[in-house]
């Protein structure tokens, strides 16, 4: 069982528990404005989602819930995610809009990044945005995620980015 800590953050593997608040985090046209995702047409189809998540059996990692402590709320999710068909480990989150820009992402990325190369011993991260996302540009600078090269996805501007294993022991050492 993956799990992590942060100042503000209990972050956990997802269960089925969780449906619901993925219904609603995906439900919210804000939140997924920028991923290429469509809102779950049913809490079911979320729990499907959860209980398919290959990640953690598969790669021994994968996208973390994200609890903040004080309140035991659900407030998004954030983590590592193993890309098959480009054989990388990318870095994603999605949070409710109601906890955006108070650092609770970055606090989160910087956690599954500390994971991915202490833990997992990952030579390189690489994090993609859409390329109008200003704000999840931001937390990849913040994170030391460089860019790398724009990316077209389903036909739309993406940016790559990329944090290596010595460019993050730079930063936190």
């Excluded at 993956?2 to 985090?25: C, G, N, S, W, Y």
Aim: glycine share 8%.
């Amino acid at each position: 069982m993956i799990t992590l800590e942060t100042p503000r953050l209990h972050l956990r593997q997802f269960l089925p528990k969780d449906a619901l608040v993925f219904f609603l985090l995906n439900a919210d046209a804000e939140v997924i404005r920028y991923t290429g995702d469509q809102p779950f047409r049913s809490v079911g189809e979320s729990l499907a989602l959860i209980e398919g998540y290959r990640q953690y059996a598969d790669y021994g990692l994968g996208r973390l819930v994200m609890v903040e402590k004080s309140s035991g709320e659900v407030i998004g999710w954030c983590g590592l995610k193993y890309l098959v068909d480009e054989d990388e480990v990318d870095i994603g989150y999605r949070i409710f809009k109601r906890f955006w820009n108070q650092g609770f992402t970055t606090e989160a990325a910087q956690a599954c990044l500390k994971f991915g190369f202490e833990v997992k011993q990952l030579k390189s991260i690489i994090g993609r945005a859409n390329a109008s996302n200003i704000a999840s540009i931001k937390v990849f600078d913040k994170l030391g995620l460089t860019f790398e090269r724009d990316d077209n996805l389903d036909n739309k501007p993406w940016k790559l980015y990329r944090i290596t294993k010595e460019e993050w022991e730079n930063l936190t050492h």
